[in-house]
Every structure is written in C-alpha cells, then in structure tokens.
C-alpha cells in the first residue's frame, strides 16, 4: 500500500526525471545521436541571432506541444493521432508567428520562412508522438525541454562555427552583427585572411554537424555501434 | 455506456471540436495583433523611404521625423500623371492615400500597369534639397524582392538605395540589403534615351554610368533588382519628363 502511493507520488525531480532532461543533451542527442531535425539545422545556422531566435521558439512549441498532447493523451482517437499532433504543432507555431510580427517585427522579417519551418521539424512530432502520448504532463514537459535544448545547443553550436568561419562576425539578437576580426586582415585591405564562402552555404551545416557527431563519439564512447 | 475514444463518433466529434477550437483561437490572436502589424509594416515603410534620403530613423516616433522630411505623397498613373496628392499625416487605413498603395500586391497580381497608379515620395533631406523617393518591386531568386530609390530633383541621378528581400540565400543575394551594394548606386543615373534605364551586371563586369556590378554568387537576385529598378522607372521617367515641360 505504502510502496503503491510512493510510485503514484514521484517526485517531479526525481532520478529518473532528471534522465529525461540529462539524456537529450548528449547521450540520445535529436540531433547527432537520432539525427532528427537536420533539415533546420542546416537552414537557419548561418548567422548566430536567427539560431537564437530559432531555438527559443522551438523551446516554445515544444513544451507547450508536448504538455497539450499529454493533457489530451486519453480523449486522442488513435486513428488520428497523428492529426492531431500536426494540428497541435502548427497552431502553436501560428502563433509564435503572429506574436513575433506584432511585437518583434524586425527579428520576424529576419527569421522570415524559417518560423514555418518549425513545423516540419522531426523532433517535435516525434517527441508527441514517442514520448507526450504515453506520459503525463509533468515528466513530458522534461522531456520537451531536455530534447529543446539538445536540439538547441547544436544548433548554436554549428552556428557560432559557420558565422566565424564564413562571415569573420558574431550576431546576437538586439546588438545586430559583430564583425571582430580587424578589417587589415583580410586579404582586400593587404592582409593574409579571407572569410570562408563555403560555410555560408548549406553543405557545410551537414558536414559541421558530422564533425559534431566525431568528436561527441570520441568522448562517449557508449554511442559507438557494434559492428 | 462505457467511453470509447476510438469510436468513430467520438473521432468525428474530437476533429470537429479542435478544428474550431483552434481556428477560433488563431482568429482572435490574428484580428487582436493585426492593427500592431499594421503599424509595424507603416512603420518600415517609412523608415526604408527615410533610409532612401539618408535620414536615420528608428522604430518608435518614426512618424514625426517622416512628417518632417517627407513633403507630399503622390500617386501617378501608368502615362506619367498625376492622380492624386496628399500631404500631413499618414493614415494607414485611409485608401486613398498614397502611401498605402500596395505594390507588392499590385505587382503580384499582374494586373495591365494601365489599371494601377504608382506613389511617389516627395522629400526634402536633412540640407534642404528636394528628392523623390520611387518604391520598386521585383522577384529574386526564391522570392519577392523590393526596394526604395532616392532620386535628385533632375529625376534621374541617383541619391539613395535601399533594397530587401524575403528569402533570398543568405551571404549571396541576400547581401542586396548590404550597404556595400547599395552604395554603388550611389550617384549613377538613369539612362535618359529609354530601356535599360539601368543594369545590375554580373558580377565582375564592366560598369558605366547607367549600371553597376551585381553580387557574385547572387546572379539572379542581382538582375532582379535591375529588372525591378528598370521595369518601375519606365512609368516615372514619363511623370518626371511631363514635369520638366
């Protein structure tokens, strides 16, 4: 009886909760590890402030997502679920949109499409679909955060290396961009440095991330696969 | 009965529900926000028209400072006319003031220029001497692109640039709304003798006084704006030469 109250009443932080913030941060990464969401990440990871915005809007969609789906999870039809995700998803992600055209218009125009794009990112349906349906509230809100921010801080990630690297800048939302390397460097002022084109261009968010993924291998070993 | 949410009622009864529950939130958030963003993209336009003349302004009071350096706002018509004038404070929900004339709407409808009328911006900047500011319209790449010209008072030299673009790729065309390609605009003219009135050539071509260098990498943004910039001037050419007579 008493040990029956006790698994009712676990605790919102408790070991096994926490693991499902801890674990989507490096050892079930949506990112490198599930290799989810890789269509955004290579769309929006140019400049720093676009990954900024991007990121804390996807934080957004994803707990309230996640937190809808598992207030709903015993009145969804199973037939069409998955609907119902996508409804739940596009509805939040209309949302983050209008609100970010009324009250902040130039960071709107920047991100432009890349809102929409939300919507087509894997590891929101995903975390739903595998995680929100079959939890209750509490423990899906984790979730969403632990897997928002893996997703996040690869994104940010990718993005400091492609802005420094293709644009010699940093840029965070509010300052604009920074370009910090002294303009005498580069080779049309009579310097040796040229910004690199190629990290601009969408291959090399691919190739950034596979370097990603090489070097979180070479730490944590427990991700290498059998064969 | 127990409850089975599996019935097909019920799945017909919960689509139902969560289509209007949502489409009813969705139309209150978008009719609440719409007069902010309404506000917002007046607000833009004015500073992009600003920017144009070179008079910096920032979100917040940008009213005042338009009032102060915009003079009239004109509408002509595809032979040059002119069809209508206001002067003194915008009203973003009046339409019959010029400065709502939507030209990316009226561009995308591919309406006959004979049934449209085009504004036309007329300023005085920070020293005193008078300009006009033509908004242009175009396509990029991926999407629409647009942008506003400064022109001295001779209706063909050119004082000010600026130009923007929805999803152009970013470090290539995008780089249109980058100053270093708006200053070479900067003081060229618009060819008198007719079309071209301007070129945007690829990258790395010979320019004259009539073109400048597009955007390597960029090359189909960079003969949008020339297009955009040729297309629109050949009905202003017509208001600034019935002018000068």
């Not at chain 1, 960071?107 to 349906?133: D, H, P, Q, W, Y």
């Not at chain 1, 994104?155 to 290396?161: F, G, K, Q, R």
């Not at chain 2, 009226?106 to 920070?126: G, H, I, N, Q, Y």
């Not at chain 2, 960079?222 to 202003?236: A, F, L, N, P, Q």
Request: glycine share 8%.
């Amino acid at each position: 009886m008493s040990n029956d109250t006790s698994t009712k009443r676990e605790s919102l932080f408790s070991k096994k909760n926490r693991r499902l913030l801890s674990d989507p941060l490096n050892d079930s990464n949506p990112i490198t590890v599930q290799v989810l969401g890789i269509c955004s990440a290579l769309a929006i990871t140019v400049q720093l402030q676009q990954a900024v915005i991007m990121s804390l809007s996807v934080v957004f969609v994803m707990i309230a997502g996640n937190v809808i789906v598992s207030v709903l999870r015993r009145v969804i039809p199973d037939r069409i679920r998955i609907i119902v995700q996508l409804v739940v998803i596009a509805f939040l992600v209309a949302l983050v949109d209008e609100v970010l055209k009324a009250f902040q218009p130039d960071i709107s125009e920047k991100l432009s499409v890349f809102v929409g794009l939300i919507i087509t990112n894997c590891i929101i349906m995903g975390r739903l679909e595998a995680f929100a349906l079959a939890n209750k509230p509490g423990p899906s809100a984790l979730d969403a955060i632990g897997n928002a921010l893996g997703y996040a801080w690869i994104l940010l990630a990718v993005a400091v290396v492609r802005e420094v690297c293709g644009s010699g800048a940093i840029s965070l939302p509010g300052m604009g961009q920074v370009k910090f390397l002294p303009e005498a460097w580069f080779i049309s002022a009579g310097g040796l440095y040229e910004n690199n084109n190629l990290m601009i261009l969408p291959p090399m968010a691919l190739i950034t991330v596979g370097v990603i993924i090489w070097w979180q291998r070479s730490k944590n070993r427990a991700l290498i696969e059998e064969n | 009965m127990p409850f089975n949410k599996n019935s097909n009622g019920f799945t017909f009864f919960f689509s139902i529900l969560m289509v209007v529950v949502v489409g009813a939130v969705l139309a209150v958030t978008s009719v609440s926000l719409r007069p902010l963003q309404k506000a917002n993209s007046a607000e833009k336009k004015m500073i992009n028209i600003l920017a144009a003349i070179k008079v910096p302004a920032e979100r917040g009071g940008t009213e005042e400072v338009f009032a102060e350096f915009v003079t009239a706002r004109i509408a002509i018509n595809s032979d040059g006319l002119e069809v209508g004038r206001m002067t003194g404070p915008v009203d973003p929900s009046n339409l019959e003031d010029p400065f709502n004339i939507d030209i990316k709407k009226d561009f995308r409808s591919k309406k006959p220029a004979e049934e449209l009328s085009f504004p036309l911006f007329e300023c005085v900047t920070a020293s005193g001497d008078q300009m006009y500011v033509v908004p242009v319209v175009g396509r990029g790449l991926w999407g629409p692109i647009w942008g506003f010209l400064a022109l001295e008072v001779d209706g063909k030299t050119i004082y000010g640039a600026v130009f923007n673009h929805k999803t152009e790729t970013p470090g290539l065309g995008a780089e249109i709304r980058e100053d270093f390609f708006q200053e070479k605009f900067l003081g060229k003219s618009l060819r008198a003798e007719g079309s071209p009135y301007f070129e945007v050539r690829k990258g790395g071509a010979v320019t004259d006084d009539h073109s400048v260098d597009g955007i390597t990498g960029g090359t189909i943004t960079s003969r949008g704006v020339g297009e955009m910039i040729d297309r629109t001037m050949g009905h202003y050419m017509r208001y600034f030469d019935l002018m000068k007579k």
